[in-house]
């Protein structure tokens, strides 16, 4: 269940619920363990309880004020034979922004090792490749930057795949592969919580006008295959991606003029290791649109190349830089400009610079970090400042921010101009 949402009424009394379930799951531990054959270990149990709020610095006329503002306990229980590991993780939490309260099921499943060479993870789990810093080229498993862009941790930008996982190790070479039997798109922005630019409309649009979409929903028809091939050579890491699916958010529109997914293929290669006192990385994938191979229909993306290459390092006691060059090259794009009729064509080519700087203080209890995109390109920029302080071993508050700037209403960044938050969170681990 992804998302689901709680019948209308549930919500009254939810934070003293959740108080109470954070004491019952603390003690389901011994409970469960007297009641599983004596072959399964002592289960563990950990989560926490939370409240986050936030609020827009201006006002948008198709949002509310609030960005965020939610109660949220987290739960997970993990177990083992000698066959098998189990995990459970699930998040059950009061939205304030859309009054209801909501379940996600963020981990569930079983981890299998049958052969020396081979390991198999069966179920709900979240996956990630890839050698970006908060830029994904070849990782194609879904994201919600709807989470991050509103303030949550940052631990939901990358959602769970319902998938079954399989890596085979040898000497010479190591491989991934991982089935999806339904299509996960990313959680894409549609105006419920942030307001977007609506091409259909030519106007900024919020929660007035979500977007409407159709998602590829038969099951094993609408699949999602994912394989990577990687190896260390010296003390550097190779690996090749493939991956066969649809686009993670709409790319493209259907007659009707409901957002679509069409058809992609994915092709790319990465390498990763030390460079003049840090670690650089350089990552390529090539965006086969399946459905527009020539960019000859408007209404699908055509296909792209992308291009990254970063830097890291330490520059300091307990702070760490990273840099990178990322670039989307449109393909097909005299054929593009000739079939395109709106009013603000798309660049040829998509330039964004990041840099991702954290410092630690006061005996690592204190984190500051920032996370900055600016393309010379869109002329737009994301900050996502942070302060961290861990309070005891238990609680801990985050402040951070979210700031969007832009000259144009329909640039990635600058869309979201007047998105712009603050937010608050106080967190108790258990």
Not at 45 to 60: A, K, M, N, P
Not at 121 to 127: A, F, H, T, Y
Not at 360 to 387: C, F, H, T, V
């Amino acid at each position: 269940m992804m998302g689901a949402t709680i019948p209308a009424g549930a919500w009254r009394g939810i934070v003293s619920r959740l108080a109470l379930a954070a004491l019952v799951l603390a003690v389901a531990g011994d409970c469960l363990a007297a009641s599983l054959p004596d072959h399964f270990s002592t289960p563990e149990v950990h989560g926490f309880l939370e409240l986050r709020t936030g609020c827009r610095t201006q006002s948008d006329p198709h949002e509310k004020d609030a960005s965020v503002l939610e109660t949220r306990l987290q739960a997970e229980a993990s177990t083992q034979t000698d066959w098998a590991q189990f995990k459970f993780k699930g998040d059950v939490w009061y939205d304030g922004v859309l009054e209801r309260a909501r379940y996600d099921t963020r981990e569930a499943w079983m981890f299998l090792r049958p052969s020396e060479i081979l390991d198999i993870k069966i179920g709900r789990q979240v996956l990630t490749w890839g050698t970006g810093d908060l830029v994904f080229l070849n990782d194609l498993f879904p994201k919600d930057w709807q989470s991050f862009f509103i303030g949550r941790d940052a631990e939901y930008l990358k959602t769970p795949s319902d998938s079954v996982k399989a890596s085979l190790f040898w000497d010479f070479l190591n491989a991934d592969f991982v089935f999806t039997p339904l299509f996960a798109s990313d959680r894409f922005i549609t105006g419920q919580y942030i307001s977007y630019w609506n091409g259909a409309l030519g106007r900024l649009a919020g929660n007035e006008s979500e977007l409407d979409f159709e998602k590829p929903n038969q099951w094993f028809t609408d699949a999602e295959y994912a394989a990577r091939l990687y190896q260390t050579v010296g003390a550097y890491e190779l690996a090749l991606y493939g991956y066969c699916g649809f686009w993670k958010n709409p790319g493209g529109v259907a007659a009707s003029g409901e957002a679509i997914f069409p058809r992609l293929r994915v092709h790319g290669a990465s390498a990763r290791g030390p460079l003049a006192g840090g670690i650089g990385n350089i990552e390529v994938a090539y965006y086969d649109s399946v459905d527009d191979p020539d960019g000859r229909d408007p209404r699908i993306n055509n296909s792209e190349m992308r291009y990254l290459v970063g830097f890291a390092r330490e520059i300091g006691r307990d702070c760490n830089a990273s840099v990178q060059y990322y670039v989307e090259q449109q393909l097909d794009y005299q054929q593009y400009r000739k079939t395109f009729t709106g009013e603000q064509p798309r660049d040829e080519l998509r330039h964004v610079l990041t840099l991702q700087l954290t410092k630690l203080l006061m005996n690592q209890n204190l984190e500051l970090s920032l996370s900055g995109y600016w393309s010379p390109s869109d002329r737009d920029a994301y900050l996502r400042p942070k302060i961290l302080y861990k309070w005891t071993d238990n609680i801990n508050q985050e402040i951070g921010a979210n700031i969007f700037l832009g000259r144009r209403d329909d640039t990635m960044f600058g869309q979201y101009k007047a998105d712009t938050n603050i937010y608050m969170s106080l967190r108790y681990s258990f």
